[in-house]
């Protein structure tokens, strides 16, 4: 089995990766579904994605968690809850990724969180213009532009992830602030519906992969 590693968000998020170096039949004869998901995993077409799904509850099990602890709502977006935590009455906020050979949860006890995880590929650079101000690419060289334009791309996605609302735009509603690689974090916004979010951004690289942590200023 292959849990990767962890990076701390801050004191109460977390996330966690599992690098996916099992085949299909490893990975489901490892997990428990529900009927839900096991008809969900049925439908996908890609075993790529299939994988990504099981790794997702690879990672669940790893931390004490199933598959029948994992809902969504009417949008898609993903709840975690165990039963003891219903009794409390505790909210622990999850946010989910998959991309090629990693799957990633990050959970908080205290947050809203949007994550996501993204291979850097060079063709990021030929759609740039649709999701970014471009001019952030500027004066760097072609790996580095590659490297931030993912970065900015999963700002977008991160931060769509927790609102989650229809008619969200990346290139007319999701605005980063200008930032350097080396800062590892930078600050943006959401304007949408005549109001402005704010949010912390946090980007890491693991291997050829750039993961975006997204919170809700206080």
């Known amino acids: ?112 969180v949007g994550v996501d995880l993204e291979i850097m590929k060079p063709k990021i650079l030929k759609i740039a213009p649709r999701f970014m101000d471009v001019s952030h690419l500027e004066n760097l060289s072609e790996l580095d532009q590659i490297e931030k334009a993912t970065v900015i791309w999963g700002t977008k996605e991160s931060i769509f992830k927790i609102k989650n609302e229809k008619g969200i735009s990346f290139p007319d509603h999701i605005f980063e602030d200008p930032f350097l690689l080396s800062d590892s974090r930078c600050d943006a916004e959401l304007r949408f519906n005549n109001k402005i979010e704010k949010f912390d951004i946090q980007f890491y690289k693991v291997e050829d992969y750039i993961f975006v942590a997204a919170l809700p200023k206080q």
């Not at 998020?13 to 099992?22: L, Q, R």
């Not at 490893?26 to 994605?49: I, N």
């Open 1 to 112: 089995m292959a849990f990767y590693k962890s990076i701390s968000i801050n004191n109460n998020t977390t996330a966690y990766f599992w690098k996916i170096t099992e085949d299909f039949n490893t990975l489901f004869r490892a997990v428990q579904l529900k009927d839900t998901s096991l008809t969900r995993l049925e439908k996908m077409k890609s075993e790529s994605h299939q994988k990504g799904f099981l790794a997702v509850r690879m990672l669940l099990q790893h931390l004490g968690y199933s598959d029948f602890d994992l809902f969504y709502d009417e949008n898609g977006k993903p709840h975690l809850e165990k039963k003891e935590e219903r009794e409390k009455k505790k909210e622990v906020y999850i946010s989910i990724s998959h991309s090629f050979d990693f799957s990633c949860i990050c959970i908080s006890e205290d947050t809203l």
